[in-house]
């Protein structure tokens, strides 16, 4: 079936530093993918998609490229901030089951240092 | 637009009691998920409803199960309580397959 695999975490940085976080999917057909972001205590809030192969989603300094060919949509920002600490699940829409369920990745957690 | 609302955020319940959580979803999102997310399995789905109808199902036993009222709004109900029943409940709404998912805050629950 269809399946994410994220970067086992978690990832430490110091402020500004340049941040990966690589996924890569399973699929059948071309699903929608996205990066959804959860702080401590919260939901889960969607960071960014893309729809179609080559498409590009950005929000908050955030990009992720949809790359068929390689079946990935790493997370890149170029400057953390310590306000970017979370947990970050990349995830994908089922069209095997052509209902509303996503399918997630294990998540990444991010903690940044002053 | 107000986004989706879950209640109650914080539960403790006793193992062998059964409890309801509630779901308020986007306005005009037909569609409602559910899933269990836990330290050690992660984000795991547990059943979608679209127009009153539980379309898709995840590999949950029977004591979970769910429904949907006419104005979308969704509640799941676990019945007899396991202590590994306890995790973060949250819910989805979407407008349609293959788009993105707007998720509550979640309700915490804790089986003693």
């Known amino acids: 079936g269809d399946s994410v695999t994220q970067m086992e975490g978690p990832v430490t940085l110091s402020e500004e530093a340049f941040l990966t976080i690589n996924c890569t999917y399973t699929a059948t057909g071309y699903p929608s993918l996205f990066w959804y972001v959860q702080y401590p205590g919260e939901g889960l809030q969607l960071l960014l998609k893309?729809?179609?192969?080559?498409d590009k989603g950005s929000n908050k300094g955030f990009e992720a490229t949809y790359r068929k060919e390689t079946t990935s949509f790493h997370l890149e920002k170029g400057s953390v901030q310590v306000s970017d600490s979370a947990v970050y699940f990349c995830?994908?829409?089922?069209?095997?089951?052509?209902?509303?369920?996503?399918?997630f990745g294990q998540g990444t957690t991010l903690q940044v240092k002053p | 637009k107000a986004g989706v609302t879950q209640t109650p955020r914080y539960l403790i319940k006793t193992r062998g009691q059964q409890v309801t959580l509630s779901c308020s979803p986007i306005s005009g999102h037909r569609s409602v998920s559910w899933y269990q997310q836990t330290p050690g399995q992660g984000l795991q789905f547990l059943f979608e409803?679209?127009?009153?109808?539980?379309?898709n199902k995840g590999n949950f036993p029977g004591r979970f199960s769910g429904r949907q009222f006419s104005n979308s709004r969704s509640e799941m109900n676990v019945s007899t309580l396991e202590l590994g029943d306890s995790a973060l409940y949250l819910c989805?709404?979407?407008?349609?397959?293959?788009?993105?998912?707007?998720f509550g805050q979640g309700t915490r629950l804790t089986v003693v």
């Open positions: 995830a994908l829409s089922d069209l095997t089951s052509n209902t509303g369920k996503l399918i």
């Open positions: 893309a729809t179609k192969a080559d």
């Open positions: 989805a709404s979407s407008s349609r397959v293959n788009t993105e998912a707007f």
């Open positions: 409803y679209f127009s009153e109808t539980q379309r």
